[in-house]
């Protein structure tokens, strides 16, 4: 019988792009991916920590305990340098409403309107985490560096990927393939790291 993995997120599109992602382990495990859809009885985790490592731990112990499943999530967003780090694990509410994308952006730009090109460094920073049945944990940390630009460009991606230029291209985060993007990512980074110990874990 195929092993199955759970993602904690009813996001169909991020279960898509895990399934990309972690296509080789997957494959080599004989594992196969599905997404909290699976289970509708399974409440929402209330993400509460203060740290994208905590918040990822939170869903991912959840969603473990509540199917039996080994269970992975993740947790991310922007990490702005002349605020401190911040919006940090507040970025899908920044503006006050989650998951408004477009009033968060433009709350941001106008928050560092004043602040000058050399000084405008920013990353989205992502954890994962995974949760086996017995308790068992392990975390990884990937970044995506950039610079924020002063208008948004670009159609792909969502939530502050128009505004983040990335490191060392003229593109932001949203002019990027999707492919591409994904090899290079702060979600890409974090479970190809952790792709690395799934074998050690389910083998």
Same mark, same amino acid.
């Given at each position: 019988m195929t ?105 941001? &730009? ?8 050399? %000084? =405008? $460094?920013? /990353? #989205?920073?992502?954890? @994962?985490?995974l949760t086996?049945?017995d308790g ?39 002019? &990027? ?8 990512? %702060? =979600? $890409?980074? /974090? #479970?190809?790291?952790? @792709? ?8």
């Amino acid at each position: 019988m195929t092993e199955r993995i759970v993602l904690a997120t009813r996001n169909p599109g991020k279960v898509v792009e895990l399934r990309e992602i972690l296509r080789g382990v997957l494959e080599r495990l004989g594992c196969e991916l599905l997404g909290m859809d699976a289970f509708p009885d399974v409440e929402d985790v209330v993400e509460t920590g203060v740290s994208f490592e905590e918040n990822a731990l939170l869903k991912a112990r959840a969603a473990a305990q509540a199917t039996g499943l080994p269970a992975l999530a993740d947790d991310s967003g922007l990490a702005v340098d002349v605020l401190g780090g911040a919006p940090g694990v507040f970025s899908a509410r920044w503006a006050g409403r989650h998951g408004d994308d477009q009033a968060n952006l433009d709350l941001l &730009l106008a928050q560092i309107a004043d602040v000058p090109e050399q %000084h =405008r $460094g920013a /990353a #989205f920073v992502c954890c @994962a985490a995974l949760t086996l049945p017995d308790g068992r944990t392990v975390t990884r940390e990937g970044r995506f560096e950039g610079t924020l630009v002063r208008s948004p460009r670009g159609t792909n991606g969502f939530g502050y990927d128009p505004i983040l230029q990335v490191a060392g291209d003229t593109r932001t985060a949203a002019e &990027l393939p999707p492919p591409e993007k994904n090899a290079i990512s %702060h =979600r $890409g980074k /974090a #479970f190809a790291a952790l @792709a690395e110990v799934l074998p050690d874990h389910l083998g």
